[in-house]
């Protein structure tokens, strides 16, 4: 039986490409597990038992042992022995060591031989999960290629291993995770970028998508070689799978023309990752730190005609002529959807005449207001708003350097404005019930109450109309504090009730 020891273990670890040492730590557990279970059946005792395989002769002994401790707990005498007895002593043993004795092993028949094999199984599973997830956990993020095995209620599943050398792992692409309408076939080759691996039940399961954006990314870093090379950066894609997509790029060689190297000699390069994403239409688009800039690129290929830019709502409202503007917008409103995901603005487009409508009815309710607030003249009111103050809190609390640059107001007409709206601010203040200022919220700074002040939220009873979602518009907390302190606000609410 030896020999049928050391068959076995060759035999596995050939097969399932796991280590001898997996297999025959295996069968040592099946042979202990065997001794545990005659001790318990014939002795009535629940030893702890060792087994030692020799790999050259196949031969094994086995060993009953304790563990060293400083207490024998309770129907564990069988397994433990205390540090001061003489077996700890004699052989200089310390705690948690272990004190052995070798007794008569079993004989590795057929029993026993179907026992190890459910060990085996179970450790060769182990194995395979921990090299699948040590072997692409790292990969993860990256472009995996492989051979379409089968296709199973939409679900792809594909072979990345290589049967030459004992490895045939397979992943999965999830219907929801294919291009649409696209068609694959069993024995196709296939490329797919890998999100995530998952442990489940089964083992380990590895994700790959074709749809995400991450994927077009990754694969216009294999058609350029410029950008593995650091000369060019990818900063962003979106995507609408299968028909259009647009990619922010940037040059760090002010001589290296960023969409050109994108776009290749007479367009190989672009085509060739069109041509993987079944003829997706791709813009490439030049990455600028002026988000408004940004923007007007993105929207390409439509002409941008105005951008007015509103960083507190983080949207922007973009002017296009008539006859561009179903183009701007796109089919379906594809193309502002998609310069919207790629730039992170909420975009509104409209045409130059609508664009004009708006900006004229919002500058006339903002100067009405602030004829009203302030008791100045129309043409100053439209000064104001033209030049983008919307509140009073914004003329309150402007740096004198950003006033001085308005050429229709000289310092005393802007010493005028400043005092008259702290006035107005101080007034509306002073109406405001003294157990109802935002100053006696503890969480709020001084800085955030300027803040507040400048969105015209002045008391308590106006922060507590607020979500939170509201409340971190205007000032940087995280939801956390933001809900506390609104929950302050409201407590007033409480009380009366």
Known sequence: MNKEILLVVETVSNEKNVSREVIVDAIEQAIAGAVKKKYRLQEKKDID?????????????????????DEVELEMDDQQVLLDHEYAKDNNLKLDDFYEEEIPSIEFGRILAQTAKNVIVQKVRDAERSRIVDLYLPKVGQLIFGIVKRIDKGNVFIDLGMPDKGTIDEAI?????????????????????????????????????????????????????????????????????????????KSNDPKLDAIGACVGMRGSRV?????????????????????????????????????VVDEESNSMDIAVSEEQLSQAIGRGGQNVRLASELTGWTLNVMSKEDAENKISEENSKLSDMFMQELNVDEDVANILASEGFS????????????????????????EELRKRAIDNLDEKKSKIDKGNLLSEISDLSDENIIKLNSHEINSKDDLADLSVDELLDMIELTEEQAGKIIMEARQKWFNKE
């Open 49 to 69: 038992a060792r087994v030692e395989i020799d790999l050259s002769t196949g031969s094994y002994k086995t060993f009953r042992r304790w563990k060293i401790v």
């Open 391 to 414: 509140t009073i809190s914004e003329i309150a609390y402007c740096s004198l350097e950003e006033f001085n640059g308005i050429e229709a107001f000289d310092s005393e007409i802007i």
């Open 173 to 249: 692409i999830l219907k929801d995770n294919l291009i649409p309408k696209e068609v694959i076939r069993s024995g196709d080759r296939l490329r797919g970028y890998l999100s995530h691996v998952q442990s489940e039940t089964r083992g380990p399961q590895l994700y790959i998508t074709r749809k995400a954006p991450e994927f077009l990314v990754e694969l216009f870093k294999l058609e350029v070689p410029e950008v593995g090379q650091g000369l060019i950066e990818i900063l962003g894609a979106a995507r609408d799978p299968g028909l259009r997509a647009k990619i922010s790029v």
């Open 271 to 307: 085509q060739s990752v069109s041509n993987e994403l079944g003829g997706e239409r791709i813009d490439i688009i030049m990455w600028d730190e002026d988000p408004a800039k940004f923007v007007i690129n993105a929207m390409s290929p439509a002409e941008v005609l105005s951008i």
